[in-house]
């Protein structure tokens, strides 16, 4: 007996636009329309291009609970676009290519006979007793010529070889649903106010606290619905995130996220 067909997740959307996490390569804007779906693929159209893809299903994450910034279906590995459709992302190692091996040298001939012979085997261990001591040297004076090196590094250290860090000890006490008029009521007044547009049409929002040594970033498709994704310090790392419903945080999206 077959069981009854269950819905695709994404049929609830309707006509609501969406966006992919993480975006998929090679394709700038990052806004999509649910079109329809079969057993194994999902169709969507790009709102900016119009590009049509089909979606394979085993791809698909969760789709977020809440649409403020803007709603997010995520992707359960990075999906790039080329050739027409879509496919996972391989990264390329380079490998390392080989040392090429010294030419081994012919072993010397036997000597003939007699006292010759004698003669030879007497000269021959006494070189590999030479050899045997000059390796061994030669491994002695690099290992103490090593540590004396490693010993000079560790004591020229000051503090302008060390990298302090700010860390935030505690949240900002903001979430997903807080604008730009909730950050004013918790945190105050920010010391600079300015946004940016990437190549996506997203907006995002940047309000400087130095006081706090965080820069805290709003972003939304239009400027007035820009919400709360996290903060930044003055290195431009993320030190506070929102959590997405099943789909980690705005941690990754942050730390890609260029000055402005």
């Known amino acids: 007996m077959s069981l009854p067909p269950i819905p695709p997740p994404l049929e ?22 649910f ?13 900016k291009t119009g590009m049509e893809v089909w979606v394979p ?15 997010i279906v995520g992707l359960k590995r990075e999906l790039e676009y080329k050739a027409g459709a879509l496919w996972p992302h391989q990264r390329r190692v380079v490998e390392i290519p080989k040392a090429v091996n010294d030419i081994l040298r012919p072993l010397p001939t036997e000597p003939r006979s007699g006292h010759a012979g004698m003669a030879g ?15 061994a040297a030669v491994l002695v004076v690099g290992i103490a010529v090593t ?8 004591r020229r250290q000051d ?23 909730a950050v004013v009521r918790k945190l105050g007044e920010p010391k ?6 990437d190549t996506g049409e997203l907006q995002y929002r940047l309000l400087h606290y130095p006081q706090r040594g965080v820069y805290v970033i709003l972003m939304g498709v239009e400027r007035d619905k820009a ?6 310090d003055g290195n431009w790392k993320a030190v506070d995130a929102v959590e997405l419903p099943n789909a980690g945080n705005t941690r990754s999206m942050l730390n890609r996220l260029g000055r402005f």
């Open 121 to 135: 085997i007497r000269l021959e261990d006494g070189a590999e007793s030479r050899i045997g001591k000059l390796i």
């Open 159 to 181: 503090s302008r070889n060390v990298t302090y860090v700010p860390i935030l000890q505690q949240s900002l006490g903001l979430s997903a649903q807080d604008d730009y008029y």
């Open 192 to 197: 600079d106010d300015r946004w940016r547009s």
């Open 57 to 71: 299903r085993r791809f698909l994450g969760e789709v977020s609970r809440i649409d403020e910034p803007v709603m």
């Open 35 to 47: 079109q329809k779906a079969t057993w194994s693929e999902i169709h969507v159209v790009n709102t």
């Open 147 to 154: 540590f004396l090196a490693v010993s000079l590094f560790q």
């Open 227 to 232: 919400r709360y994704i996290g903060a930044l």
């Open 12 to 33: 609830g959307l309707g006509k609501r636009p969406f966006s992919f996490y993480p975006p998929v390569l090679g394709v700038e804007h990052n806004e999509w329309v």
